[in-house]
């Protein structure tokens, strides 16, 4: 299946005050997928949003350039004094996050609302 051509849906939630979800649904691969999730980064932390969550329950497809990304943010949400959490991990994907260890880095918790009620500003890990 060529997953460069099914587009990555981005939703924006607020599910607790000052911690931004965004729920993703498809695939995350190097290129388009990516920029996508770079810009909309990019975009949240120039508004002052800095604490991130990554829903990924709806993603199916995670490639080399898609788990770059995601530590991309977490360096870049870092760096501006916020964190990233990523929420919804399941099968491969925990797999993948977990062979590259960046279960490690990234605290990942089993849905978004969880993620939100953990909420502590030192817990960037």
Sequence with gaps: ???GRIP???ERKELKPGIVVLMMTGPIRLGPHCKQIEEQV???IAAGEKRLVF???GVYNLDSG???QIVACLSKLKKSGGFLRLAG???TLSAILKMTHVDR???IYPTALAACEDCRQDSEA
């Design 8 to 10: 990555l849906k981005i």
């Design 42 to 44: 990019e975009k949240l």
């Design 66 to 68: 898609g788990l770059g």
């Design 89 to 91: 991990v399941g099968g």
């Design 1 to 3: 299946m060529d997953y």
């Design 105 to 107: 880095v990234i605290n």
């Design 55 to 57: 829903d990924l329950s």
